[in-house]
């Protein structure tokens, strides 16, 4: 599908921003492993949250929709998989699946898609084994090979801050089979999701700064509401921002503190978003958004510990940054390298050819932002299966000069079917 974007006139009106993709996971995850009937309600449909729930099919979960956003699902114990379970393009479900699996008593085989398969897996991998896991794998990649058995409590210093990989552990921990206590640490708190949610449903788990503790017992059934993505509302926020005359609210958006580090880089970049009718919604932090149009931007340094608050909303950061004024540069994001695809080579080639002064780091890149020269367009782009890159490209054609066109558009249904309709409502001449 190749899909041209044009410079658009101001943005206004009023959204509400699809169910969060990482919470969406965890609720299907969690319900199916707890004892009883749960409800989940506003659940994302992007294919990745849609594979979660196909698997968890695939372990003998009664899994029901009773529309196109509620979800019913009867808890207890998981069975033994026919065949391989297949996680789709989605990294979030394989990580996460395997620290459930190692513990179970039955053997099980992981696979996904090309894109899935080429990602790294030693980061769960070893933390697993350590426990006792008996996991196998094809050089550290999918598919992988897990035969559940009985697991041990660790303390784990991780190297890396992975809400997936301290995920995977704390699942693994919490199997009522796993003898001890697991103690997972981190250098920088990366998004607490899974932490607010088993607490949520009764788990034995304790979280303060970087360091998690759990141990092993059964959760209980509750009904859960999912709140907004915010790495979904990021694209709209940068639209808003970088868009002459743009003023629109952006309603339910989740606001966890390990996932805004994007508002906190507008905020430090002089762009103009405000916060309205804050609230709780199932353990978690929701607000609607005002964004405004803001001519002066300023560039700014992005590193250390906001890395992980903001580590998908970077690709769009760089496309908030080619319209400020001076240097942004993001430091320390060379995780963004084991994505779906190389996000520093590939977003830096495809920006470089709309016009974006924008220079590849080995941890991230420089963009020297000049939003009187702005973006000159006239150019194909590339997003290398990856659904953010996309997106991100989307927004940077609604300020271009010329037309742009994007190959393969349709790899946005990875996480948000529903992005350009949205777009498309809030664009008034």
Known sequence: MLKTVSKTKKLTGEITIPA???VSHRA???SSIADGKSVIKNFSNGADCISTVNLFKQLGVNIEFKDEKTLEIIGGKLLKPIKPLNAGNSGTTMRLVSGILAGQDFESIITGDESLSKRPMKRIIEPLKLMGADISSMDGKAPLYIKGKNLCGINYNSQISSAQVKSCILLAGLNENTNGTTIYTEPYLSRNHTELMLKYLDA??????CTTKISSGRLSA???EVIGDISSAAFFIVAGLIVEGSDFIIKNVGINPTRTGILDVVKKMGGNIDLINERKISGEMVADIRVQYTENLKGCEISGADIPRLIDELPVIAV?????????VVRDAQDLRNKETDRITCLVSELQKIGV???EQNDGFVVYGNKKK???GDAELQVFHDHRLAMSFYVAGLVSEKQIAIKDFEWINISFPEFESLMTSLIND
């Open 357 to 359: 002064d924008i220079f």
């Open 204 to 209: 034995d788990i304790e979280f303060e700064e």
């Open 28 to 30: 299907v995850m969690f």
């Open 374 to 376: 702005g973006l000159s």
């Open 320 to 328: 908030l940054a080619s319209q400020a004024e001076g240097e942004t």
């Open 20 to 22: 969060d993709k990482s």
């Open 222 to 224: 509750k009904n859960i």
